[in-house]
């Protein structure tokens, strides 16, 4: 049975569904900018999420979100929409640079192996729904109005600090001389902004006769909404959600549709280049092309991702990444030989994979148990539907002209005819096809 972190009880607990389908939301990317190799860590994890609850047996249905519009350079209610930053770094619309990065986030993803979400939610794509949530949030007597916007008055919903814990005293306090005279409290946010005359903004739909565009938190909310219904079995972000974002969509949530939003919240921790934050100045935010420069590909980054946990900040490091790709190809040389010799595997091997990754996504004890048994055929491609990490490509058996070439190769060696030998292992490599000497002979594997 699968077991799952809840953030907000600290509590591990047996996973079960609140429908015949688990429900599940990620937060995705806001699309104004090339995503670094770090952004794609949380993907990452929640395709791990998605496959376990697969191999469990269970449906799932899950929605990921593409920030086109909206979000600041902020997280609060202030700053350049993201959008409008990178349209005027490129000379590019608005529509262009949203297109663009999608586009391109959607490439990595795939390439990456990452299980397609039912929907990808463009937060454009629901401008009614947000305008609906706020008159309904109006009518309930949860927003009020000011010069740039409607506000969500969190002094109206009694559990907003609940969430994150957050000191409402404190952050008031510390707020005051720097906060709108409009707001009423320093941690209401807006669920809709105007805009102001003479402002750049292209992206603007009209509301109360002025034209604006729906605050960043609120597309989670009219998105699940939407396209899930609340509340939802699992809701997905990184740590850095949890005192703004996530706490703004559960109130919203609540003061828009009287529910509460999500059973399960999973949130994973940073990656830090070299023990540094990831940062333009720090020179260290790399790209998947960047990898390929190195020889890298993105599987070997995900092989890296899996070998720990999400909850853990990690730290990666170029020799790390060298590892996970060593280890991916060590697994793949295991497969090869399979395709070779009847090899059966340890008794409940894959049970015992799958257990470790159904407590807390335990990827890291799961490759563990890979590294120390022994698989079958079988059990490496369930493992390999688990983790995603294509270690079954290009690893069919090979063409009967391939194996005469081996046997070429190993009657050459018996004569000591190394340079014939030598010869025939180049040609094999040239085709992507390695070769393995042991006390039992020659094995291959593809390169």
């Known amino acids: ?11 591990l607990e047996t996973f079960k569904p609140l429908g015949n389908r688990v429900k599940i939301y990620t937060c995705g990317p806001t699309v104004y900018n090339y995503q670094h190799i770090g952004n794609y860590a949380a993907q990452i994890y929640w395709d791990l999420l998605v496959r376990t609850l697969l191999a469990n047996g269970y449906p799932v249905k899950r929605v990921l979100n593409l920030t086109d519009v909206g979000h600041l350079v902020s997280d609060g209610d202030e700053g350049e929409d993201k959008l409008e930053k990178g349209a005027s770094r490129e000379g590019k619309s608005v529509w262009d640079v949203a297109d663009y990065y999608i586009a391109d986030f959607q490439k990595w993803y795939r390439e990456l192996n990452l299980t397609e979400p039912d929907a990808w939610a463009r937060a454009t794509s629901y401008i009614d729904d947000d305008i609906q949530a706020v008159d309904a949030m109006t009518e309930r007597g949860f927003t009020y109005e000011t010069a740039d916007g409607v506000y969500f008055d969190t002094s109206k919903y009694d559990k907003y600090a609940d969430f994150a814990k957050l000191d409402l005293d404190g952050l008031q306090a510390g707020a005051r001389v720097t906060f709108s005279d409009e707001k009423r409290n320093a941690a209401d946010f807006a669920v809709w902004k105007f805009i102001k005359p003479g402002e750049k903004h292209a992206m603007r739909w009209e509301y109360l006769g002025r034209p604006g565009y729906p605050g960043w938190h609120l597309e989670c909310s009219t998105i699940i909404h939407a396209e899930l219904g609340e509340p939802i079995d ?109 090899i059966a595997g340890d008794e409940r091997v894959f049970s015992r994979i799958l257990e470790a990754v159904n407590n807390n996504l335990n990827s890291a004890e799961a490759f563990a148990i890979i590294d120390t048994s022994q698989l079958s055929l079988d059990d490496w491609s369930k493992v390999d539907e688990l983790f995603g990490l294509k270690l079954l490509e290009n690893t069919p058996d090979l063409a009967e002209e391939t194996y005469a070439l081996i046997s070429r190769r190993t009657e050459a060696k018996k004569a000591r005819d190394f340079k014939t030998a030598d010869e025939i292992r180049d040609e094999l490599s040239e085709m992507g096809i390695g070769l393995r000497d042991n006390q039992e002979g020659s094995y291959w594997y593809y390169l």
């Open 1 to 11: 049975m699968l077991r799952l972190y809840n953030t907000l009880s600290r509590k």
């Open 234 to 342: 699992i809701h997905t972000g990184g740590i850095d959600h949890i005192p703004v974002h996530h706490t703004n969509e559960i109130a919203q949530t609540y003061a828009a549709y009287g529910h509460a939003l999500a059973k399960t919240w999973l949130h994973c921790n940073f990656i830090t280049i070299d023990g540094e934050k990831i940062s333009k100045s720090l020179g260290n935010v790399y790209l998947f092309t960047d990898l390929a420069e190195r020889g890298f590909s993105p599987i070997d980054y995900k092989m890296w991702v899996l070998s720990g946990s999400y909850q853990g900040e990690r730290n990666f490091t170029f020799d790390s990444l060298a590892g996970a790709r060593n280890r991916r190809q060590a697994w793949r040389e295991r497969i090869a030989l399979c395709y070779q010799k009847e």
